[in-house]
């Protein structure tokens, strides 16, 4: 049986990209408002409905017109504390800013894990992800 070799004269100069900082800034930016939708739902880290809230606090928001639900609303200054905190070509930092704020978003933390990703945040931001990387391919091996 003849066996048969294939050559290529040439290999293709393909050139992967990695992300500017800009880039990472705003898919730390895409995970705070991903985190924001997900809270005003009233559902965790886990994508479970958040744990009720006690019966006193409860009385207590719906009394001043707001949901009576764990959805990290009362005021908004948390939600404005959570902020892109560091950036850089490969990482990228979001955190709560300012002492007070940091400190009711780590004990609401420990009564219902509410900061960070769920699976569904975590596909949506891959999804982001994907799309700017397949961009910047595009742009990098067109020239």
Avoid: C
Wanted: proline residues 5%; positive net charge.
């Amino acid at each position: 049986m003849p066996k048969f070799e294939i050559r290529v004269g040439m290999r293709p100069r393909i050139v992967i990209p990695g992300f500017s900082e800009n880039q990472m800034r705003s898919f730390g930016e895409f995970a705070i408002v991903e985190m924001e939708e997900r809270n005003s739902q009233a559902i965790n880290v886990l994508g479970q409905p958040a744990r009720p809230l006690s019966e006193r606090y409860r009385k207590y928001k719906a009394g001043r017109g707001l949901r009576p639900v764990r959805d990290m609303q009362k005021t908004g200054a948390l939600h404005k504390a959570i902020q892109v905190t560091e950036s850089s070509g490969s990482r990228v930092k979001v955190d709560i800013v300012g002492a007070g704020e940091q400190r009711k978003g780590y004990i609401n933390q420990n009564l219902d894990p509410w900061f960070g990703l769920s699976h569904e945040n975590e596909e949506s931001l891959l999804g982001n992800i994907q799309s700017v990387f397949g961009d910047n391919v595009r742009k990098v091996n067109e020239r």
